[in-house]
């Protein structure tokens, strides 16, 4: 390489590291505690009525972390562990106390084809293990490829359970079409029957489970605790990530309106906003990467309550996210450098515990 070759070659490298750095502030008032240690990949987690935690660890282990052990679930089905798929996300019924289910979306090589694909499933636990399981949804067909399954899992009010699925890596097919698979957010009753209002039920050629389209890869879902609406973020190409307002039957736009670009540079679209599709409620350029999602509703972190944080994998911290009249108005680095953040929840105690790859979970304290 030559002198002039080499050092335009430096200019473009340093061009674009320099484009690449979030400018997110960082706040140093915090500390963390480490509650449960020696996990590659907790992907999703969540607090027993007793206040342990069953959590999972992507490769597809379930653990049950109590009295400060932790200890494997057997009988998990198989799981299709490949790039970004494993076991996904977990949550209780919200009637847990007395019904003892427990969901989790996982990547399920089950079905004719090669690869795998998301399913949301239900089961039990008696004796340490994993009983009574149900599939309650499996996504089609299976790929090979290992990118985009999404999945996150929230219940509303009424008892409606809601999950996403990634766009499985084809985005000029799947989140725009409501006969496939991919790039969707999903609702059904409990027990996984279809409910009679979801908005494409008898709809000829439409998947009736499909509460709304249009996503690229949500990795991050959450009821907000005085609006009740769901809340969800997804992961952007380069630059675009979202935050959205989840409304029945409504399109995201995702891949025909996106404020990223691919990650050479070059254009997705020319679009930014197309009429009857939704815009987003704020979205990141630079891409943050974004996993795991929780609101701040109790008052142990002064001048936090209302606050969303959402992790990154990208940069590697805890973003707080200032609410004001629906928007977005402020945002700065908790547990800056920690590591991949890829899951958050409040716990009963009303403290933050966020999921770190290859630490563990972590207690947030403001000082």
């Known amino acids: 390489m030559n002198y002039l070759r080499y050092s335009v070659f430096l200019i473009v490298l340093i061009h674009f590291f320099a484009c690449a750095q979030d400018k997110n502030p960082t706040n140093n008032d915090h500390h963390y505690e480490l509650v449960v240690p020696q996990l590659t990949n907790p992907w999703g987690f969540v ?17 049950h972390f109590k009295n400060g052990r932790k200890k494997e679930i057997s009988g998990f089905p198989d799981v299709y562990y490949r790039g970004q798929g494993g076991l996904l996300d977990i949550e209780l019924h919200p009637d847990y106390a007395n019904n003892g289910w427990i969901y989790f979306t996982y990547a399920s090589p089950e079905g004719e084809q090669r690869g795998g694909h998301t399913a949301l ?3 039990k636990i008696n004796n ?17 490829r290992g990118q985009h399954f999404g999945s996150r899992i929230v219940f509303d009010d009424a008892g409606f359970v809601y999950f996403t699925i990634g766009e499985r890596g084809n985005r000029d097919v799947n989140p725009q079409d409501i006969t496939r698979d991919g790039g969707k957010v ?3 009753h409990d027990d996984g029957r279809i409910p009679a209002d979801n908005p494409f039920v008898g709809r000829t050629n439409a998947k ?11 990795q991050g879902m959450v009821i907000h605790p005085e609006t ?11 630059g675009g990530d979202e935050i959205n307002i989840i409304t029945a039957g409504k399109n995201y736009g995702w891949p025909i309106i996106t404020y990223g670009v691919n990650y050479i540079g070059t254009k997705i679209t020319d679009e930014t906003s ?3 599709m939704e815009q987003p409620l704020h979205y990141w350029v630079p891409s943050i990467a974004p996993s795991g999602m929780a609101f701040i509703s109790s008052n142990n972190y002064d001048g936090w309550n209302g606050n969303l944080l959402v992790g990154s994998l990208k940069f590697q911290y805890l973003d707080n996210c200032y609410i004001e009249n629906g928007k977005v108005v402020k945002e700065e680095r908790l547990l800056d450098g920690i590591g991949r953040v890829r ?4 716990g009963p105690d009303g403290y933050i515990y966020v999921g770190v790859e290859n630490l563990g979970i972590v207690k947030l304290i403001k000082d």
């Open 47 to 63: 607090f027993l009525t007793d206040g342990s935690m069953l959590i999972n660890e992507k490769s597809g282990k379930l653990f």
């Open 121 to 123: 499933m239900r089961a």
């Open 128 to 144: 340490n293990q994993l009983v009574n399981q149900q599939v309650l949804y499996k996504a089609s067909p299976n790929s090979t």
């Open 186 to 188: 999903y609702r059904l």
């Open 208 to 218: 009736a489970a499909i509460y709304s389209y249009g996503h690229r890869n949500p």
């Open 228 to 238: 009740r609406d769901i809340w969800t973020h997804e992961h952007g190409p380069k």
């Open 274 to 276: 197309r009429p009857g």
């Open 343 to 346: 899951s958050i929840e409040q």
